[in-house]
T-cell receptor, first 116, second 110 residues
């Protein structure tokens, strides 16, 4: 089966510019996650969707970051305006959703963002 | 708050056994998972422990003690390709919200 797709793979922008990332999860996976991974650190959960509803966005900097998942499939993550500290790899992951059961997360290749 | 602690680096010899420890502090806990990430790659799932005890999957085993808020990943018969970063992650409340540790970088030497 096809894996999690993300685009673009690389993006370089200047601070205060806007940027958007796209994710297409594995078919049939109801749960979708966006993570930010700064070099040398573990992935940090930004937002978690179940279908098109938000399960958790407590660590999403809502003054500049936004995310949506229309129709419960594809998702986009936007940063506006970008800051230098936003330079990181943005990972999208998806998992099957089962009540009361943890399911492994499948990660996409990520988008490496550099803010100059 | 929630936090996970794991060693930043571990070095071992090819063919040896290595254990990567993880201690956690969290307000809600369902289980502990482990992910592997090679440089430039995406994290890949290794194991998940919801109950106390040892789970074995091939050369990898994972252990959990809920009373001690502690777990470890055991890698046997180390191979050069095992050189990577290993993350422990707590699955917490709210739809199994996942909090990752900072990762342990494993270097396997010939």
């Amino acid at each position: 089966e096809a894996g999690v797709a993300q685009s673009p793979r690389y993006k370089i922008i200047e601070k205060r510019q806007s940027v958007a990332f796209w994710c297409n999860p594995i078919s049939g996976h109801a749960t979708l996650y966006w993570y930010q991974q700064i070099l040398g650190q573990g992935p940090k959960l930004l937002i978690q969707f179940q279908n098109n509803g938000v399960v958790d966005d407590s660590q999403l900097p809502k003054d500049r970051f936004s995310a949506e998942r229309l129709k419960g499939v594809d998702s986009t993550l936007k940063i506006q305006p970008a800051k230098l500290e936003d330079s990181a790899v943005y990972l999208c992951a998806s998992s099957v959703t089962s009540l009361g059961v943890y399911n492994e997360q499948f990660f996409g290749p990520g988008t490496r963002l550099t803010v100059l | 708050g929630q936090s996970l602690e794991q060693p930043s680096e571990v070095t071992a010899v090819e063919g040896a056994i290595v254990q990567i420890n993880c201690t956690y502090q969290t307000s809600g806990f369902y289980g502990l998972s482990w992910y592997q990430q090679h440089d430039g790659g995406a994290p890949t799932f290794l194991s998940y422990n919801a109950l106390d005890g040892l789970e074995e999957t091939g050369r990898f085993s994972s252990f959990l003690s809920r009373s001690d808020s502690y777990g470890y990943l055991l890698l046997q018969e180390l191979q050069m390709k095992d050189s990577a970063s290993y993350f422990c992650a707590v699955a917490g409340t709210g739809g199994f919200k996942t909090i990752f540790g900072a990762g342990t970088r494993l270097f396997v030497k010939a």
